[in-house]
Structure formats: structure tokens, C-alpha cells
T-cell receptor, first 116, second 112 residues
Framework: SQTIHQWPATLVQPVGSPLSLECTVE??????LYWYRQAAGRGLQLLFY??????ISSEVPQNLSASRPQDRQFILSSKKLLLSDSGFYLC???????????????FGPGTRLTVL | SQQGEEDPQALSIQEGENATMNCSYK?????LQWYRQNSGRGLVHLIL?????REKHSGRLRVTLDTSKKSSSLLITASRAADTASYFC????????????FGAGTILRVKS
């Protein structure tokens, strides 16, 4: 069966510090991978998605970047955090065929980031 | 831009009652999905309805889709306290490629 891991679960960082959030998927290959941010009480904002190793699509201009160094690993990074980067970060994956997603997305448990 | 818009934003009902949440969207879709999120957790997929389907059931869940009105509804029958969560619709549309576009969600509270 497939599982998705995210860590850390919670993180408190000072403004201007770097960030690295990691997401890994087990039990599947060639998934499409997604990073979302969710503000308190709000819906999900898609930040990045990837259809393959080294292939990253950015959805909104921001202080963050993403990388996919391995098939089942997706990393969200920042060189200098801003207060506005606080939020709940969710990683998700979906089955894909030749890069095209189909059916439902499977979400990780999330990382709660607080920037002070 | 947000494709799906849920209403109501919040819903409070007594255990045993039915809960109905609605979702409207703007463009032609391949499918529409409903997800549930418990507080502070990841989203869990509930049900997917394709554009050529009008109704789908899964346990106590019933989803309808009206493509002419670009709307969907999620009905939870005989609600339980454990159904308390946020519910999101998400649309899969050709013009959005490999992405799902989520609505802002409905917060459901079931009181025991």
C-alpha cells in the first residue's frame, strides 16, 4: 500500500531563517507531487507541482522554491522566511500516466510552520 | 483563481440530522471530488464524481452533480459527532492540466 510522509510535523522559525520541508511517498512510482499551503480556516493554495524528477511548476510568485531530487521525494525550501510564510503546508501525490494525473490526490499529515 | 466555492461556510447540526453542503464551479470539468479534513490534519478523499455522472453514493455520503448549473452537493445522512470536520470540493478541469482546484470549504460541526 502507498503511504506519504511529511516532516517535521511542526516548526517554529525566526524571520530570515532558511526552510526545508520534506515529503516522501512509498509504494508507488512516477507519482505527480504537489505542495499546498493552507491559511487558518481557509482552502488550499497550490504552490508547486511536479510531474517528474527535476520538473517543477510554480503556481504563484513567492519566497519559496521546490525541488524533486528523486522520484518519490519532494522538498519545499526557502532561503529567508517571511512572516507571511506561516501556515499549514500539505504535500500530496496522485497516480499519473505519462505525466498526466488522474483520480484522487492523497495527502500527507501536514507541517505547521510558524514564522516569528 | 478559485474554481470551487462551497456554501455554507459553516454548518452546525445535531447528531442524527442530515448535513448538506454545496459547491459551485466555473468551468467545464472532468470530475469533481469531495475531501474531508479534520482539524490540523491532512485531507482525506471521500468521493469522486465524473462529469457524465449525476449521482454517487458511498455509505452515508451522497453526491450529486449538475453540470448544467455547474454545481454539486454533498449530503451526509444520519450525522455523527465524528463527522465534525471541514469539507472541500475540488475540481479537475482540462484547462487546469494536472491540478485540482479546491474551494474554501465548509466547516461542519455535529453536536451530540
Amino acid at each position: 500500500s502507498q503511504t506519504i510522509h511529511q516532516w517535521p510535523a511542526t516548526l517554529v522559525q525566526p524571520v530570515g531563517s532558511p526552510l526545508s520541508l520534506e515529503c516522501t511517498v512509498e509504494g508507488t512510482s512516477n507519482p505527480n507531487l504537489y505542495w499546498y499551503r493552507q491559511a487558518a480556516g481557509r482552502g488550499l493554495q497550490l504552490l508547486f507541482y511536479s510531474v517528474g524528477i527535476g520538473q517543477i511548476s510554480s503556481e504563484v510568485p513567492q519566497n519559496l522554491s521546490a525541488s524533486r531530487p528523486q522520484d518519490r521525494q519532494f522538498i519545499l525550501s526557502s532561503k529567508k522566511l517571511l512572516l507571511s510564510d506561516s501556515g499549514f503546508y500539505l504535500c500530496a501525490w496522485t497516480h499519473a500516466y505519462r505525466g498526466h494525473s488522474y483520480n484522487e490526490q492523497f495527502f500527507g499529515p501536514g507541517t505547521r510552520l510558524t514564522v516569528l | 483563481s478559485q474554481q470551487g466555492e462551497e456554501d455554507p461556510q459553516a454548518l452546525s447540526i445535531q447528531e442524527g440530522e442530515n448535513a448538506t453542503m454545496n459547491c459551485s464551479y466555473k468551468t467545464s470539468i472532468n470530475n469533481l471530488q469531495w475531501y474531508r479534513q479534520n482539524s490540523g490534519r491532512g485531507l482525506v478523499h471521500l468521493i469522486l464524481i465524473r462529469s457524465n455522472e449525476r449521482e454517487k453514493h458511498s455509505g452515508r455520503l451522497r453526491v450529486t452533480l449538475d453540470t448544467s448549473k455547474k454545481s454539486s452537493s454533498l449530503l451526509i445522512t444520519a450525522s455523527r459527532a465524528a463527522d465534525t470536520a471541514s469539507y472541500f470540493c475540488a475540481t479537475d478541469a482540462r484547462e487546469y492540466g494536472n491540478k485540482l482546484v479546491f474551494g474554501a470549504g465548509t466547516i461542519l460541526r455535529v453536536k451530540s
